[in-house]
């Protein structure tokens, strides 16, 4: 799932050495935390946040075909 979140954000940005993803781990769920270089945070949330919603879709249906939940946290 980290690799997911890791190639998904390097295919957005242009730094791609910026990117840098956390994985806190629970019981049934994990909580990614993603951070990318200031001048691409726009690329990664997207115009009204479709970009980052488009993110956290297709993360959330990898989590729950692994019988999991996962959330995406984007740090500035």
Not at 31 to 39: H, I, K, R, S
Not at 65 to 75: K, N, P, S, T
């Amino acid at each position: 799932m980290r690799d997911l979140v890791l190639w998904l954000a390097r295919e957005l940005v242009e730094d791609k050495g910026a990117v840098t993803v956390e994985t806190i781990e629970r019981d049934r769920s994990m909580v990614f935390e993603l951070t990318v270089a200031p001048d691409d945070l726009g690329r990664v949330i997207g115009r009204g946040g479709r970009t980052a919603k488009a993110f956290r879709t297709v993360l959330d249906t990898a989590a729950r075909l692994q019988g999991r939940r996962a959330v995406l946290d984007i740090l500035d």
